[in-house]
């Protein structure tokens, strides 16, 4: 079945600096990656997706690439701030949702 | 804004015991679903329901049923409380958008409920 894998587990960078979160995928019939963010005591929350016919797409600080030949999809943060702190999941379906395992993004002012 | 709640963010119960996890959204979704999040592992889909009444198992449904009697409410059962059942659980929903596939997958997620099962 479809795997996950997310890389790193966790991510500690200055204030100011990017933040690249990577994840690789199994099943090449995957079509949806979705991003989630997690902040402390709170439930996940959708911040970006992608489907299989583009290969990139930014909302201001926060991009997501996707590599279709290598089954594999990043997050990028830029201008890290201390609010971008939480725990991160990508995911990737082809009808269900399987989630990576998560990184947690330290920002440090 | 939507809206999904849960019943307890936190919850103690015995090994053996019947829990009842409740969630409630706001905004008349189709969909609603169960995970459990553990460490390194992310979330795993427990049960979907895609309308009143209706249900299909995700990854990990054994020892967990569901109930759906009223479009807003979902509840999760653990039927007989184990250890191992320990976790935090989180629902979500999301509406139907025709046979958009994505209108299956879990877009609004609920705050959790810590689970300790002793």
């Known amino acids: 079945g479809e795997n996950v894998e997310q890389h790193p587990s966790t991510l500690s960078v200055q204030e100011g600096d990017s933040a690249v979160i990577k994840c690789t995928y199994s099943?090449?019939?995957?079509?949806?990656f979705p991003w989630y963010k997690q902040e402390l005591g709170k439930g996940p929350q959708l911040i970006i997706d992608?489907?299989?016919?583009?290969g990139e797409k930014k909302d201001q600080r926060i991009a997501v690439t996707l590599n279709k030949t290598a089954k594999h999809f990043s997050l990028h943060i830029t201008e890290t701030q201390p609010e971008d702190s939480a725990v991160y999941f990508c995911?990737?379906?082809?009808?269900?949702?399987?989630f990576g395992a998560g990184t947690r993004l330290a920002v440090h002012p | 804004d939507v809206k999904v709640t849960q019943s307890s963010r936190y919850l103690v119960k015995r090994t053996g015991e019947k829990v009842f996890l409740e969630c409630v959204q706001d905004?008349?979704?189709?969909?609603m679903f169960w995970y459990r999040q553990d460490p390194g592992l992310g979330l795993r889909l427990i049960y979907f329901?895609?309308?009143?009444?209706?249900?299909e198992k995700g990854d990990i449904p054994e020892g967990y049923s569901v109930s759906r009697e009223k479009k807003e409410r979902f509840s999760l059962i653990l039927e007989s409380a184990s250890t191992n059942q320990t976790s935090m659980y989180l629902c979500?929903?999301?509406?139907?958008?025709?046979?958009?596939?994505?209108?299956?997958?879990?877009?609004?997620f609920g705050p959790g409920t810590r689970l300790t099962v002793l």
């Open positions: 995911a990737a379906s082809m009808g269900k949702l399987i």
């Open positions: 099943d090449s019939a995957s079509n949806y």
């Open positions: 992608i489907r299989s016919n583009v």
């Open positions: 905004m008349d979704h189709e969909n």
């Open positions: 329901s895609y309308d009143v009444k209706m249900k």
């Open positions: 979500a929903s999301n509406p139907s958008e025709g046979h958009m596939a994505t209108s299956r997958l879990p877009r609004y």
